[in-house]
């Protein structure tokens, strides 16, 4: 099992920033991409940020320019740094990570962590 574990998150009025930070450890795993998705109250997840092994990454249109995603190899960490957040930014924030896991064998495996919220509010 891999567990990831998400920090950050919060209140924030517009036009703030928010850091969001997610860690991934457990077993033998090899990490092909890590990334943020969200929820909003009754809206369906959606992709955020994603950033895949070999570093390259992508964005929804609605982060792009004010969001970044980052990754630290060596931790396995995965950081978000959001900025000019809007109220329509508002929502639970979620850790993904596609994995590689040793478990006997090699499984391709997906996780995700418990979810974090923020609020961009006045």
């Known amino acids: 099992q891999v567990q990831l574990v998400e920090s950050g998150g919060g209140l924030v009025q517009p036009g703030g920033s928010l850091r969001l930070s997610c860690a991934a450890s457990?077993?033998?795993?090899?990490?092909?991409?890590m990334g943020w998705y969200r929820q909003a109250p009754g809206k369906q997840r959606e992709l955020v940020a994603r950033i895949i092994s070999g570093g390259s990454t992508n964005y929804a249109d609605s982060v792009k320019g004010r969001f970044t995603i980052s990754r630290d190899n060596a931790k396995n960490t995965v950081t978000l740094q959001m900025n000019s957040l809007k109220p329509e930014d508002t929502a639970v924030y979620y850790c993904?990570?596609?994995?590689?896991?040793?478990?006997?064998?090699?499984?391709?495996?997906?996780?995700w962590g418990q979810g974090t919220q923020v609020t961009v509010s006045s």
């Open positions: 993904n990570a596609d994995v590689d896991e040793y478990d006997s064998s090699w499984y391709r495996r997906v996780y």
């Open positions: 457990g077993s033998i795993f090899i990490i092909n991409a």
